[in-house]
C-alpha cells in the first residue's frame, strides 16, 4: 500500500536557523507529492507540490524536490521565522485514469517550533 | 470570502449519542472529503464525495456516515458504533480533477465523554 513517512518531532530550532524535515514515501504508480501546513488552530493549507520526479516544489521560501530514486520529498529552509512555528505534512496522491481527486496520503505530521 | 466552514468547532457528547458535524463549501468544488486527525497518526480518510448523491468509504469508515444531496454540503454523522471517535475531524473539498490541492476547513473538535 501506500504510505508517508516524517521525521520525528517535535523540532525546536532557533530564529534564522536551517530547517530540514525529512519525508520518504512508499507508492504503486507515479504519485505527486506535497507538503501541507497546519497553523495553530487552522485547518491544513497547501504550502508547496511536486507532481512529477526531480521537480522541485517552492513557497514563502520553503523548498522540497521529488527524488524518485530515493522516494524523498524533504521539506528544506534556509532561514525560519517564528511565523513559521506550525505542524508540517507530507502527503502523497495518485493519479487514476488521468484525473486524480484529493485522496491523499498523509505522514503523521511534524511539529515546528521556532524561538526569537 | 470563499471557503469551508465547519460547525461546530467544538462538540462534547456522551457515550452512545449520534453526532452529526457539518460541513458546508462555497467553492463550487465538486468533490469533498472527511479526515481524522489524532496525535501522531496524521490524517486518515473517512468518506469521500466525487459528486452530489455519490459517496465513497475511505480507509477508516466504521462508524461514520455522511450524505451528498447538494454540492455545497457534505455532513458526517459519528455514530454510537464509532467505538473511539474523539479526535479532530477536518473537511476539505478540491476542484475534482486536480492533483492533490486539498483546501480545509477549521476543523471540529469531538470529545465523548
Known amino acids: 500500500g501506500n504510505s508517508v513517512t516524517q521525521m520525528e518531532g517535535p523540532v525546536t530550532l532557533s530564529e534564522e536557523a536551517f530547517l530540514t524535515i525529512n519525508c520518504t514515501y512508499t507508492?504503486?504508480?507515479?504519485?505527486?507529492l506535497f507538503w501541507y501546513v497546519q497553523y495553530p488552530g487552522e485547518g491544513l493549507q497547501l504550502l508547496l507540490k511536486a507532481t512529477k520526479a526531480d521537480d522541485k516544489g517552492s513557497n514563502k521560501g520553503f523548498e522540497a524536490t521529488y527524488r524518485k530514486e530515493t522516494t524523498s520529498f524533504h521539506l528544506e529552509k534556509g532561514s525560519v521565522q517564528v511565523s513559521d512555528s506550525a505542524v508540517y505534512f507530507c502527503?502523497?496522491?495518485?493519479?487514476?485514469?488521468?484525473?486524480?481527486?484529493?485522496?491523499?496520503?498523509f505522514g503523521q505530521g511534524t511539529i515546528l517550533t521556532v524561538h526569537p | 470570502d470563499g471557503g469551508i466552514t465547519q460547525s461546530p468547532k467544538y462538540l462534547f457528547r456522551k457515550e452512545g449519542q449520534n453526532v452529526t458535524l457539518s460541513c458546508e463549501q462555497n467553492l463550487n468544488h465538486d468533490a469533498m472529503y472527511w479526515y481524522r486527525q489524532d496525535p501522531g497518526q496524521g490524517l486518515r480518510l473517512i468518506y469521500y464525495s466525487q459528486i452530489v448523491n455519490d459517496f465513497q468509504k475511505g480507509d477508516i469508515a466504521e462508524g461514520y456516515s455522511v450524505s451528498r444531496e447538494k454540492k455545497e454540503s457534505f455532513p458526517l454523522t459519528v455514530t454510537s458504533a464509532q467505538k473511539n471517535p474523539t479526535a479532530f475531524y477536518l473537511c476539505a473539498s478540491s476542484m475534482g480533477r486536480d492533483t492533490g490541492e486539498l483546501f480545509f476547513g477549521e476543523g471540529s473538535r469531538l470529545t465523548v465523554l
Open positions: 502527503a502523497l496522491g495518485l493519479n487514476a485514469g488521468g484525473t486524480s481527486y484529493g485522496k491523499l496520503t
Open positions: 507508492a504503486t504508480g507515479y504519485p505527486s
